[in-house]
């Protein structure tokens, strides 16, 4: 592909053949973004061929391993690109969700406070809300473990729309497991001491709904939260629980 931009779109996808046609073609209109990668993370659907059809460098894991598998995924495929077109520097990453459809072309504006500087890593906070069957307790959770790990309170701790420097991912891995990644990856990069900044964007995606289908998601995802945050638990305040579970005599 040619090598005439700064930024790298990768796009992790499961089952979104009926959306993932328009978000690679929203994303293909980023200024700066001349590299687009779909990881199509075990579907069972046309995703991996819509995607091709759409422009974008498909990469295919046989089985679903997860969105932090996924987005690490797409990130090395990047950096072996990379190393043949022999760069002087590498591209930042911009990760997006593959059900934003047309929606993704408002993601530039993720990219601007990373290319100047300015951030690390910038976090999407969507002005177009989505009415969804859940009742905000995964949000909750991530959001008070990351400010209880980092002293930082994000409006929106789940958004997986992200741009951030290749020094700022690294720093980062290896990214988290399952659901939790987004809420590892935030804790991670203010531990480093790197800068986030969040920034509001006119995108959408596809409402989770509330059937059982939907809450069996949601109680995943509340899960692999939890475990992220207990992996990542303030080193005092482990010694603490430890000295209270200690028995007495």
């Known amino acids: 592909m040619p090598d005439t931009g700064d930024v790298a779109v990768i796009i992790p996808a499961r089952d979104e053949a009926d959306r993932i046609r328009a978000t690679v073609r929203g994303a293909a209109g980023i200024p700066g973004a001349d590299l687009l990668v779909v990881v199509d993370d075990g579907s ?3 995703t ?3 995607a091709e059809s759409a422009g974008a460098v498909v990469l295919r894991h046989p089985r679903s391993m997860g969105k932090g598998a996924a987005l690490e995924s797409g990130a090395e495929a990047v950096r072996l690109l990379e190393r043949t077109q022999h760069r002087a520097s590498p591209r930042h990453l911009l990760f997006l969700d593959g059900d934003l459809a047309d929606s993704a072309a408002e993601a530039g504006a993720l990219v601007e406070p990373v290319r100047a ?3 690390d890593m910038t976090i999407a906070v969507f002005t177009n809300r989505v009415r969804a069957g859940g009742h905000g307790f995964v949000v909750a959770l991530s959001g008070s473990g990351i400010r209880r790990a980092t002293g930082w309170a994000p409006a929106q701790p789940l958004n997986g729309q992200r741009c951030l420097t290749r020094a700022a991912f690294e720093a980062a891995r290896p990214l988290a497991a ?3 990644v987004e809420t590892g990856l935030t804790i991670d990069v203010l531990r480093c001491g790197l800068r986030v900044q969040e920034v509001e964007v006119p995108m959408s995606h596809r409402a989770t709904g509330n059937d059982w289908q939907a809450q069996w998601h949601r109680a ?3 899960a692999g939260v ?3 945050l207990a992996a990542r638990e303030p080193p005092v305040q482990r010694a603490t629980q430890g000295l209270r579970r200690r028995p007495a005599g």
Request: glycine content about 22%; cysteine-free; aromatic content about 12%.
């Open 220 to 222: 995943r995802q509340f």
């Open 226 to 228: 939890a475990l992220v």
């Open 117 to 119: 500087g300015l951030a």
């Open 178 to 180: 399952g659901w939790g």
């Open 44 to 46: 069972r659907d046309g």
């Open 48 to 50: 991996a061929a819509a």
